[in-house]
């Protein structure tokens, strides 16, 4: 197995160089203007000089980018501040652009909407809310330019209130998830005009909060969205046929059509899939020696997609679906149908497939190593001063360095447990392997994260993926202490995603990821604090039954609660089967109970619009229950039901 392809981290001094180092030649525009769209945002963050110069340079390019142009020639490189090319801080990635599906077609479509819809008819100010929004603010603007509209555009965050004059502020940003930041900053605008709000949108239901609240919202539903359009049968023919690079040499294979029950992730969801991931379609591929089932997977099209496409063309292994093609905005692969599930405690051999799988893929996609002088990524000083209630920077530098043990390359998103399987051959594979580039703003790159998150994947403990690890690279290194920290900044990017989801059929396996992750991080909490602190008597930081540092470590349900008092003895007797009836007559159509163990966990049904009255419905449920100790929480709720939980 070979592999030399480095994957070179997108960071603000590479976008910076590389626009630079281009004058006078063409450039393509998406790129261009998404690299200076960086730029600009990062100024805007710092409060460093040349914002209004890279506004500038960003909303030009943004006019020609709407007007139909492909390639743009850059003559104001030398108006690049010098100061971003020497900063190597890694690009914020906006999940619309870079996991989501959103494009830039999105923007001017948005704009469109708003325009046969109006009922203001004066100046306007095009905010877009950093990061996501700020990308698509620009897009707006010139849309709206076109059409005559007195515009300007800037970027906004919470807190911030620019100069709006007399003009209507048209706030854009990100598919809301709760939109309580776009609420806030609508009603905290300054300026007689008001503020409404531009967004494309999953469903209908994510900006009923802002409605209700009598803010003018303008949205673009999923179903058409440019990457969602993409997958129709038409389209994606003509795509493939016209704009896709094949693998194999001969003749391409023709697009016979879509496989029945799975034409268009976005508009029927498919199961196991989220409803904010990137669509996807299956489909059948004519080819010479016949009929070939393929999936066509969205990967963002600009300099987002980089990473993606780059792993699609360059990693061979037996293990993840092969590549058969790549196109702007598409990755076609191998269709994958599960033959069967691991369960919720695969093999021990099963996971020493899955150990060599991550290993593979470090080893095949390495990570250019950041220029000297790169940030520590700032969850590693929050992880720190949450286990040892200090600001000393020692303790950081250490979990740095832990995580550092092994050679950085590109994560292969997340080992959730959902994405293993059996195949009719009886071979692990694993899905989603290119549904997006890595994101987590770039923080962490390391197979760390992947080789912890086994421990909860595989329903595994710490000690025995060290274990496998030591075996495949027997360098006397102790690899529980690295693999403890990494699980814990794993369970930091996953806690507030934790039981997120929009597919009821996947609340309850979400619910059981929770209590699992929860009880991993429990025992990383412990031997981290141990090794930071260098002392066996140091306090436990996060059990499962006591107050754990902020938010960061126990994932926590959106509509809140707060971690029980620790838990007396489990029902006896009788009381086991009243819990059970008590909960199953109270849970009908408002959560999922599952059983794990001597515990009920309790995932909520519907969408997250209905997650706000949860909180009621539990106490109805303490009072239901034999005796209300009995409910307790572990980043879900749970209920007792034997001496131990």
Same mark, same amino acid.
């Given at each position: ?316 292994? +037996?293990? *993840?679906?092969?590549?058969?093609? /790549? =196109?702007? #905005?598409?990755?076609?692969? %191998? !269709?994958? @149908? &599960? $033959? ?34 790169? +940030?520590? *990524?700032?969850?590693?000083?929050? /992880? =720190?001063? #949450?286990?040892?209630?200090? %600001? !000393?920077? @020692? &303790? $950081? ?55 912890? $998150? ?192």
């Amino acid at each position: 197995m070979t592999g030399n392809t480095t994957i070179k981290p997108l960071t603000i001094g590479r976008l910076a160089r590389d626009l630079a180092a281009r004058p006078g030649q063409p450039i393509q525009a998406l790129r261009c203007y998404e690299s200076l769209t960086a730029l600009w945002i990062r100024c805007c963050d710092t409060n460093m000089p040349g914002a209004r110069v890279l506004q500038g340079m960003t909303c030009r390019a943004a006019r020609r980018l709407t007007a139909g142009e492909d390639t743009l020639i850059l003559p104001e490189y030398d108006c690049i501040p010098h100061h971003l090319s020497r900063d190597e801080s890694f690009v914020r990635l906006p999940a619309s652009l870079a996991v989501q599906g959103v494009q830039w077609q999105d923007a001017t479509a948005l704009a469109r909407t708003w325009l046969k819809s109006r009922d203001w008819h004066g100046p306007v100010l095009v905010a877009g809310v950093r990061t996501g929004g700020a990308y698509l603010a620009p897009l707006v603007a010139a849309q709206l330019e076109t059409a005559g509209v007195d515009v300007r555009v800037t970027s906004v965050r919470p807190g911030e209130k620019p100069d709006t004059g007399n003009r209507r502020v048209l706030l854009v940003d990100d598919p809301p998830l709760t939109g309580r930041t776009l609420l806030s900053l609508a009603q905290d605008m300054p300026g007689p005009a008001g503020a409404e709000v531009l967004v494309p949108v999953f469903d209908a239901d994510d900006v009923q909060g802002l409605r209700k609240a009598q803010i003018t919202v303008t949205v673009l539903p999923r179903e058409q969205w440019h990457s969602t359009r993409q997958l129709e049968p038409d389209a994606l023919s003509a795509c493939l046929t016209t704009e896709a690079h094949w693998q194999s040499a001969g003749r391409p294979p023709t697009v016979d059509g879509l496989v029945p029950g799975r034409e268009n992730s976005a508009l029927a969801p498919w199961p196991g899939l989220r409803r904010r991931s990137p669509a996807r379609a299956a489909v059948r591929l004519r080819t010479p020696q016949g009929i070939r089932h393929a999936v066509a997977g969205w990967v963002p099209p600009g300099i987002f997609g980089d990473a993606a496409r780059a792993a699609a063309t360059a990693l061979h292994s +037996p293990l *993840p679906p092969a590549t058969l093609a /790549v =196109a702007p #905005a598409l990755v076609i692969s %191998d !269709d994958l @149908a &599960p $033959a069967a599930p691991l369960g919720p405690k695969p093999a021990p051999h099963r996971l020493e497939k899955a150990v060599d799988y991550v290993l593979a893929r470090a080893r095949q996609l390495p990570v250019e190593p950041a220029g000297r002088g790169a +940030p520590m *990524p700032a969850v590693l000083h929050t /992880v =720190a001063r #949450a286990l040892t209630g200090a %600001d !000393d920077p @020692a &303790p $950081a530098a250490r979990l740095h360095r832990l995580l550092s043990a092994l050679p950085p390359a590109l994560p292969d998103n997340r080992c959730e447990a959902e994405k293993w399987f059996l195949d009719d051959a009886g071979r692990l594979r694993k899905t989603g392997h290119l549904s997006h580039a890595y994101r987590r703003d770039n923080e962490l790159l390391t197979p760390l994260l992947d080789l912890a $998150a086994l421990a909860v994947a595989f329903g595994s403990g710490l000690e025995a993926v060290a274990k496998e690890l030591a075996r495949r690279l027997p360098d006397g290194r102790s690899w529980h202490e690295a693999l403890a920290v990494a699980l814990l900044c794993y369970g930091t990017a996953r806690g507030k995603q934790l039981p997120r989801t929009y597919n009821p059929q996947r609340a309850a396996e979400i619910a059981v990821e929770a209590y699992r992750l929860q009880r991993g991080m429990s025992e990383a909490a412990e031997l981290a604090q141990h090794i930071l602190n260098g002392t066996a008597a140091a306090p436990g930081v996060v059990h499962r039954w006591e107050q754990p540092p902020g938010e960061l470590v126990q994932p926590r349900l959106p509509f809140g609660g707060t971690p029980a008092p620790e838990a007396g003895p489990g029902p006896a007797g009788e009381e086991p089967e009243m819990t059970l009836k008590a909960v199953a007559r109270w849970a009908d159509g408002k959560f999922h109970p599952v059983r794990e163990q001597q515990v009920l966990l309790l995932a909520p049904a519907g969408a997250p619009s209905t997650w706000s009255r949860a909180r009621h419905a539990l106490e109805d449920l303490a009072r239901l229950l034999p005796r209300p100790g009995l409910l307790g929480w572990c980043g879900v709720p749970v209920v007792s039901l034997g001496e131990e939980c």
